[in-house]
């Protein structure tokens, strides 16, 4: 269906999202009209967002996330007051972030379940949304699950008002954490080479030495943040340390690090893995971590992107080399 001319894969999708009697499919060809930029696309969405069906609820927001309209305010605010579905109230969070500052989200950083608060932090912290300052820096201030989170939160953020905040972490909070601080200060620009090498050298540590696997989760988490943010070398980092890894406990989290990049910064991405000599087995590792994402809608634009590319790029060029390795490699 990736391959068929809009004329003809449009009402298909559209008539399949509407009508067809099996979920997963209305859920897969809304997914898949994602990916042909159409304008018909948004209604489809917006009446999705009404649809008894889970998924078809989390891509309909996460589309409005990528796709901000302050007009639907009002719904996401509703929505946050009623979604409770493990995937579907993210979306409907990020949605509300992605349209900016949202005194509501606010309130939902200290009540809830972990599970759900940890994503109104990271939400925050994606959409550096200031405003979130001073609830962010309480959370960041308590030891406990959401620290990490918190810290690296604010970090995104940019406000240097952190350090004293993150200073103060880095002398008590527990060796897990410190991956996340180190990350933080270093997104603020301070002494960022020290700290992104302590994230190198953490990772290459607990890859070769058990029992420290928080510690190596922290660490490829940490490279993948400063990675979205622009820092090719965390990516080089990643891939220098994952390709030679055989043990599961590293490659899951550098690959689950990588492919996160791969969508949230795609134009860092590409670069690094033209010029690598492993091109193959740096695909390969990316693959694993597409496969652990959920993120459908967001791996469905990266391969609208990567064909897009490859048709606009000049014939024999190693950009559309790329493209046609990625798109074999992917199976899309």
């Known amino acids: 269906m990736r391959r068929t001319a809009t004329p003809q894969a449009v009402p298909a999708l559209l008539q399949a999202v509407a009508e067809h009697t099996d ?3 209305r859920y897969r ?3 898949l009209l994602t990916g042909f930029n159409d304008p018909r696309a948004k209604d489809a969405m917006r009446e999705s967002l009404a649809s008894p069906n889970d998924r078809l609820r989390t891509v309909a927001y996460s589309f409005f996330e990528h796709n901000p309209d302050r007009a639907m305010t009002a719904t996401f605010l509703s929505a946050l007051d009623k979604e409770q579905a493990e995937f579907v109230r993210p979306a409907v969070v990020r949605a509300l972030a992605a349209l900016g500052p949202q005194p509501a989200l606010l309130r939902e950083v200290t009540r809830g379940e972990d599970f759900f608060r940890s994503a109104v932090i990271e939400a925050l912290g994606d959409y550096k949304a200031a405003y979130a300052f001073d609830a962010l820096t309480a959370v960041a201030k308590i030891d406990g699950p959401l620290q990490d989170d ?8 940019g406000d240097k008002r952190a350090l004293e905040t993150l200073a103060a972490m880095q002398r008590s909070a527990s060796r897990q954490t410190q991956p996340s601080i180190a990350t933080a200060i270093c997104l603020l620009g301070v002494n960022c080479e020290s700290h992104e090498n302590y994230l190198v050298d953490t990772l290459k540590f607990a890859d070769k030495n058990t029992g420290f696997q928080e510690w190596l989760r922290g660490a490829a ?13 965390a990516v080089t980092a990643l891939f220098d340390i994952g390709i030679p890894a055989r043990d599961d406990s ?8 990588l492919a996160t990049v791969a969508l949230r910064n795609t134009a860092v991405m590409m670069p690094v893995l033209e010029k690598r000599t492993d091109r193959d087995q740096a695909l390969a590792l990316v693959a694993e971590g597409f496969d652990m994402l959920e993120e459908d809608l967001d791996k469905e634009r990266f391969f609208a992107f ?4 490859y048709w606009d790029s000049p014939e024999n ?3 559309r080399s790329l493209m046609q390795t990625l798109i074999g490699k992917l199976d899309f």
Do not use: F, N, Q
Request: hydrophobic content about 50%; overall charge positive.
């Open 221 to 233: 988490t940490g490279l993948g943040a400063l990675a979205v943010a622009g820092h090719d070398e």
């Open 150 to 157: 918190a810290a690296l939160a604010l970090g995104k953020i």
């Open 23 to 25: 979920p997963y499919v």
């Open 306 to 309: 990567a064909r897009r590319t």
């Open 317 to 319: 060029s190693p950009r």
């Open 29 to 31: 060809a809304l997914v």
């Open 250 to 257: 590293t490659r899951a989290p550098v690959a689950l690090a």
